[in-house]
């Protein structure tokens, strides 16, 4: 009898006052509620924080091998200063060796010289001619070249290289070599002496690989120095 007057005089004060009914039951949903509530909430932020730094490194890493792929050389074989090396084949081989590099502003005799546009690139190199027959200097297959640039030997200096007193050569552009035979000599082009060159020899045939050979800028090319009066 008195358990069951307990329930309904408690039952009065749930009716006006819920939170002040017994210390026992209510006591204990409290903290239930409270420690589900904070659990929930760090669980929540944790993954998120996490998903947010993923991306980071992924899109870091992408762009920069690509923008080191695109600065890479010209994409034919490269041989350097003093190398052998030979363009196309058979009977349209050619065999070269780039054996320095000068510049200058004028060349010729002091009674008779050329002023270059820009400044004056002097190519020395062997001529090598691997053929059954006779080779002539293939003047449109040697270039200097540049990503905006294709330069030709320039027909008109080329020639005076033979009086120039400051270089001991003679002009190549129009040599023509024998079988087996080898001749050494200089082509001279017209550059912008402000710019990086590639030497390119093309093949004289229908097939095969363009070959370059670095110069680099201009200005770092030693320079014919002699008096020119």
């Not at 026992?24 to 947010?52: F, K, L, Q, S, V």
């Not at 000068?102 to 090598?128: E, M, P």
């Not at 090319?221 to 020119?228: A, D, H, N, P, T």
């Amino acid at each position: 009898m008195e358990r069951r007057n307990v329930l309904t005089a408690c039952g009065t004060v749930l009716t006006g006052l819920l939170a002040g009914c017994g210390g026992g039951g209510g006591g204990d949903a409290t903290p239930t509620g409270t420690a589900t509530a904070e659990a929930t909430a760090t669980e929540t932020e944790a993954p998120t924080a996490t998903a947010t730094e993923a991306p980071e490194p992924t899109a870091t890493d992408t762009p920069e091998p690509t923008a080191t792929e695109a600065a890479s050389g010209p994409g034919g074989p490269t041989h350097e200063v003093g190398e052998s090396f030979t363009v196309g084949s058979g009977n349209e081989a050619v065999g070269y060796r780039i054996v320095d590099f000068f510049r200058a502003d004028q060349i010729g005799s002091s009674a008779n010289n050329s002023t270059a546009d820009g400044t004056y690139l002097i190519v020395v190199l062997d001529l090598s001619n691997p053929r059954d027959g006779s080779l002539s200097f293939p003047n449109n297959s040697f270039l200097a070249w540049n990503e905006e640039q294709i330069l030709y030997i320039d027909d008109e200096a080329t020639p005076q290289i033979g009086d120039d007193d400051r270089i001991d050569v003679e002009p190549i552009g129009t040599a023509t070599v024998l079988s087996g035979n080898t001749k050494t000599g200089a082509v001279v082009f017209d550059v912008d002496p402000d710019r990086n060159y590639w030497i390119r020899i093309n093949p004289t045939g229908g097939s095969g690989e363009s070959h370059y050979v670095p110069v680099g800028p201009v200005s770092e090319v030693q320079e014919l120095r002699s008096s020119m009066t």
